[in-house]
């Protein structure tokens, strides 16, 4: 119903009504003063989704938090990826819009019910939208895997009502060793960042994000090699691996896929401003 439009005809309740959403049009102006305040670009925005989802009691916080810093994402307690509302705590990395297309490029290739697993998963948002775009009667096995206490938290929070395992352990260490060969679909967006490069980093990345989350090594490509190395001995034959990447090192995770034995081929959206590549365990015979 339009902010505008009265529930009924009543004029107490219309009184009521107008008076309420003239209240929550200053409290929202209030708020984007605030912020705008506070240096945040998308001052607007951002008020819209604390005054319409924080809790009357709790905004005065939530906003304090944010106009000191803290990522929006960790004052909502979510992230929106690929249309679902993704559970997020402190400290966990936040799923970023481009790797909604590592996510559209997984559920191209994943058919009912396939194994996936979301390796290096963070709060498991990909993991999430890719099994929750399948029907329950064509549903998909998920794995998820993260080195980091709190990401295994959160994924296992968000994958819960979709069945998702959880481990926790450096890239395949704790995954059960009857997976290998049973996979069809790995998605990582593993760590790409060149090690000197994270003091480069936008202030809310460094400051609030688990550095661990984009370290990848001296050259950025540090955790893709040891990814792609491994990933053979996981994926059923004419499983794919599909990592995200710059569009910089695009050649060079190409290459990393092809050294691990995987036909690999790039793909780039410029909508979503993201690459990715996708390595396919094809059969002796060359075909997937
Ligand atoms: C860039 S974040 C991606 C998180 C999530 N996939 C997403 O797209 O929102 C990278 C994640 O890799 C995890 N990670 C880093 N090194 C790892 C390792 N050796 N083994 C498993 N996970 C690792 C970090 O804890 C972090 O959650």
Redesign the pocket.
Known sequence: MGASTPLKTCPLTTDIYNELSCATEALYLFVVDKLRAAGCVYAEEEARLLVSSVPMAALHDSVQQRVSGTPLEYVLGWAE?LGHRIALDEG?????RR?EF?ASQAIDLLRPGGVLL?????????AVVIAASFAADEAVTVWA????TN?VRCATKNLASLGGLVVQ???Y?ALPVDLKGRVHVI??????VPTLEIELLPREARLYE?H????GGPDGLS?QR?VAREAPAWLARGGSLLM?TSEAAADCTKAIIEAAGLAARVVRSETWDATVVIGTRVGGDGVP
Do not use: H, K, M, Q
Request: net charge negative; hydrophobic share 40%; proline share 8%.
């Open positions: 990826f966990v990395f936040i799923p970023r790797s590592l979301d390796l290096c998963c963070g709060s498991g948002a990909l895997s993260d080195i980091d990401a352990g450096d890239l260490e998605v990582s967006n593993a760590p790409y688990p661990r989350s984009f370290a955790v040891r995200e």
